[in-house]
């Protein structure tokens, strides 16, 4: 039979030629693949926060965008408490980082302004951007000094709008945290807005889990988006910022205004997250334990080193090789994925091991032990 889309099938062939073709799989084995990170999407605590919320009466389903009636109370009173909590005069909740993401960069940054932004930033911004009608210019990775100059290249050539500097805290590939401080200081200095993504960082860094930009939020030139999916065990976003920047998403977002309000469920659901992070301070020093059980038994085993936080990529480099070596570790039970091009850099494929509290020390330093065997057989 004649294929209905041949250019497609023909792309299709061409992914699972290089090694870089993706597919559907269901959940199995250890868990090193999940952003999980304080074991919370399975957690007694949020079941005991759904079947609470559900005996309240509060719905599963929004039924309509935020501006006609899918404006639920437990919407209003999570940014409230979120805005309390990460200390910023706003929160706004989104139905996840990427639209969040999106809705910033494609509304906030005006024509005539500047994005400047990390050059490993996450695919989230890139779209937002393309979308915007700022002018966009990327720095090297976590190079303060090139952001500076790129800055200085864009006003020498005329530019004079607001820059909005755009990092993650944590990034999602590497695992390296941002040098927050260097880049506050070059946005103070240059009168420009520091967005600051802390999808990997909230409820993992910072007092509290506030992430690392917790002691700058405040700032009236920081805006943070905190997604809800990762340690927080849920679903959404939060962006956290000065009113008027809240205001200007909900009155020119898109992505805000045409789009089915998040579940009133789910709000509750972070909710109880928020509290977790608060109450129980226990749960983040276990986690935290665990990394660096990880980091230490990759040092040990497999003489893997200079890794950051709970993401640990072992680059590997080549596309096939990457994916049989995630074949060859999914085999002895551990839920590991390899990572391809266009997430990372071509030449960069890697395993990204993240380590959350569903993987106990064992198991941990049982992956070490196979991962070891299996790269020096490699060799």
Not at 95 to 116: E, H, M, R, W, Y
Not at 290 to 307: D, K, M, N, P, W
Request: glycine share 10%; hydrophobic share 40%.
């Amino acid at each position: 039979m004649t294929a209905v889309f041949p250019r497609h099938e023909a792309s299709l062939d061409a992914l699972r030629s290089r090694g870089r073709y993706r597919q559907l799989r269901p959940r199995g084995g250890h868990d090193f693949a999940s952003n999980d990170y304080l074991g919370l999407a399975g957690s007694d605590v949020l079941r005991a926060a759904a079947a609470d919320a559900l005996a309240r009466g509060v719905p599963v389903g929004a039924g309509g965008s935020r501006l006609l009636r899918g404006n639920d109370a437990e919407h209003q009173v999570l940014e409230a408490e979120a805005a309390d909590f990460f200390g910023t005069e706003s929160a706004l909740f989104m139905g996840g980082g990427f639209n969040a993401n999106q809705a910033i960069f494609s509304t906030l940054p005006q024509k005539g302004d500047l994005v400047l932004y990390d050059a490993l930033i996450h695919a989230s911004t890139h779209d937002g951007m393309r979308l915007g009608r700022a002018e966009t210019r990327s720095f090297a990775h976590s190079d303060t000094a090139d952001a500076l100059r790129e800055l200085n290249v864009w006003r020498s050539e005329g530019g004079a709008g607001q820059i909005w500097i755009s990092v993650e805290a944590v990034y999602s590939m590497d695992g390296d945290l941002a040098p927050l401080d260097s880049l506050m200081e070059l946005a103070d200095a240059q009168g420009a807005v520091l967005v600051v993504d802390e999808a990997h960082s909230t409820g993992v860094f910072g007092d509290s889990g506030r992430g690392l930009a917790g002691e700058i939020a405040h700032r009236p030139n920081v805006l943070s988006l905190h997604t809800c999916g990762k340690a927080l065990g849920t679903s959404g976003a939060l962006i956290c910022g000065q009113k008027v920047l809240i205001e200007t998403l909900i009155n020119k977002a898109r992505g805000f205004i045409y789009a089915t309000a998040p579940s009133p469920l789910n709000a509750a659901l972070v909710r109880a997250a928020l509290q977790e992070l608060q109450q129980n301070p226990a749960r983040r020093e276990k986690a935290r334990e665990g990394v660096e059980h990880a980091q230490s038994e990759a040092r040990r085993l497999c003489g893997l080193e200079g890794f950051h936080s709970q993401i640990l990529p072992v680059v590997i480099g080549d596309d096939k090789h990457t994916m049989a070596l995630e074949a060859r570790m999914q085999d002895y039970g551990y839920d590991i994925r390899g990572i391809r091009p266009p997430t990372v850099p071509r030449g960069t494929s890697r395993l990204r091991l993240s380590i959350t509290l569903n993987t106990g020390p064992v198991i941990i330093t049982a992956m070490f032990e196979d991962l070891a065997r299996e790269m020096e057989s490699a060799s």
